[in-house]
């Protein structure tokens, strides 16, 4: 049987997102028990439910906060839910609260997979090809990486995309600049010297290529990287709001949006990043998904059920062998 913690707090939308999701979660998987950290008061649906326990906390972590001030404040639910993977054995952790302090807390109590110098966070987009993402990390673990750094990021970068996916031999790219050799920040110069030598190592690509579906992973240091992430995910809500003035402009508009609709539709599912399930933080020596801020059940639902695949694949040890080797 599965354990996973859930920190039921710390989003946005508080436990009426987690409850749904964990109501939802528990309905379609019967292998997987759920500890539930949060506000009794309003986790009290949940209280009685087969295979969930509850752990009372009642604070919460301000969503911008120091590494300290994560520290000092014991009784908040992500503080809790970090201890509660070593308390209750768990097999992973999810929580839609502050990225700061979630990744800080989980580092320091749970610590890090031996040999990893920083934990990355990893998460999956859709590409032009359907059915097809791509893994780009680090997308905002920290600030300012080395190149040795960005070589462990391609390992378990590789690994992750060998389980989830099912490819073993992924394609594994440095963002920047050009495609040619010789292009790139010293940073990007010095990582491609490291990785040349790989065997699934494929070179450079430049961002608008990401998304083509050529690539599988795609490694950047964690301050592009969550600045490339917020520009797409920036420009993805850009383009929606355009087309849904264009298709609303006038009458005969609203008629050929009829015509489209099916296709804009799937278009819609197919770039939905909630159904992604929020990002992953590899590298520390448990299954940890940060799901998004402003979670709805719906989408912390998708976010409990990544962690729960991640861990019937085993992901934790497939990336400790793959950096052993």
Do not use: P, Q, R, S
């Given at each position: 049987m599965i354990k996973l913690v859930i920190d039921m707090m710390g989003g946005d939308n508080g436990s009426k997102a987690t409850v749904g999701g964990v109501k939802k979660f528990l309905n379609d998987i019967k292998d997987c028990e759920?500890?539930?950290?949060?506000?009794?008061?309003?986790?009290k649906s949940l209280e009685g439910v087969d295979r969930v326990s509850i752990i009372e906390s009642k604070d919460v972590v301000p969503m911008e906060c120091s590494v300290m001030q994560a520290m000092r404040m014991k009784d908040s639910s992500v503080y809790k839910a970090v201890n509660a993977v070593l308390s209750e054995k768990a097999d992973g952790i999810v929580s839609s609260g502050s990225t700061g302090a979630f990744l800080s807390l989980t580092s320091l109590i749970i610590k890090k997979i031996e040999g990893v110098s920083r934990p990355a966070l990893i998460t999956p987009f859709p590409t032009k090809i359907a059915g097809k993402y791509v893994v780009l990390l680090d997308v905002g673990a920290s600030n300012e990486n080395s190149a040795e750094e960005l070589f462990q990021f391609a390992k378990m970068g590789e690994a992750y995309y060998k389980v989830v996916y099912n490819k073993f031999d992924p394609n594994i790219y440095l963002i920047s600049n050009g495609s040619e050799e010789g292009k790139g920040s010293p940073l990007m110069k010095e990582a491609y010297a490291l990785l040349k030598s790989e065997e699934n190592f494929k070179g450079y690509i430049e961002g608008r290529y990401v998304f083509g579906g050529e690539a599988d992973v795609v490694v950047m240091d964690g301050f592009t990287g969550n600045v490339f992430l917020k520009t797409s995910e920036g420009m993805a809500k850009l383009l929606s709001g355009m087309m849904k003035d264009a298709f609303t402009y006038s009458l005969s508009t609203k008629i050929g949006y009829l015509f489209a609709k099916k296709g804009?539709?799937?278009?819609?599912?197919?770039?939905?990043?909630?159904?992604?399930?929020?990002?992953?933080?590899?590298g520390v020596n448990t299954v940890a998904v940060k799901a998004h801020g402003n979670s709805n059940p719906d989408s912390f639902y998708h976010s409990i059920m990544i962690a729960y695949k991640l861990v019937k694949n085993e992901v934790v040890q497939n990336i400790k062998e793959s950096l052993a080797k």
């Open positions: 759920i500890v539930a950290v949060g506000n009794k008061e309003e986790l804009f539709k799937k278009l819609k599912d197919t770039m939905d990043y909630k159904k992604v399930g929020g990002a992953l933080l590899l």
